[in-house]
């Protein structure tokens, strides 16, 4: 039996790292904001522009802040409305995540956030990763019906939680997709995929360009 094919998705800062991953090969954009901030939803217009010109699979981050994972009713209701904007101009996916002050997946919010989201596709971020039991967690996530987890196995390094993802993927089973995130490398990658056993990966491909 041939080995899965192993999805790449890019997670692009800006329209024009998006275009560039499109043209080098990628399967899939995330697009976000603030890199150095662990990233936040992009602006409108980003979204709008990248929607046009991508002829991938393009899915948006829905983060309206940088630090933790714990949402007052005010900032939910900035991801909803975020979340209304990506599926009306028909983007194929939304990036999200919550939790509670327990340490677990805030299930109240999230499915409000699924709901919004209708037919779109849903990675759960690694706001998994910042859970206090991931096993447990990634039971939660599947009952909210998201398709993927992006999580680095609580570690720094999807390379240095590569065992814990391995586990993770076993329990999962074919319920959701493990993609393995964080210091995805053209030199590691090969070897992440094949210790965690995940089949999705997403990698940054971070350069510098001058401005114009």
Known sequence: MSAPRRVLEIASNSVASALAAQQGGADRIELFDNLAEGGTT???????????????????????????????????????????????LGCDGVVIGALDADGGIDMALCRELVSAAGPLGITFHRAFDAA?????????????????????????????????????????????????????TAANAVGVAERSGCTELPASAKTTQPSA
Request: aromatic letters at 4%; charged letters at 20%.
């Open 42 to 88: 992009p602006s409108q217009g980003s979204i709008a522009v990248a929607r046009e010109r991508l002829q991938i699979p393009l899915f948006v981050l829905i983060r309206p802040r940088p630090g933790d994972f714990l949402y007052t009713a005010l900032e939910a209701e900035i991801m909803l409305r975020d979340i209304a904007y990506c599926r009306a």
């Open 132 to 184: 206090r039991d991931l096993p447990a967690a990634l039971e939660q996530i599947v009952t909210l019906g998201c398709q993927r987890i992006l999580s680095s196995g609580g570690q720094a390094s999807a390379l240095a939680g590569a065992d814990v993802l391995a586990a993770l993927v076993a329990q999962a089973g074919d319920r959701i997709s493990l993609m393995a995130g964080a210091g995805i």
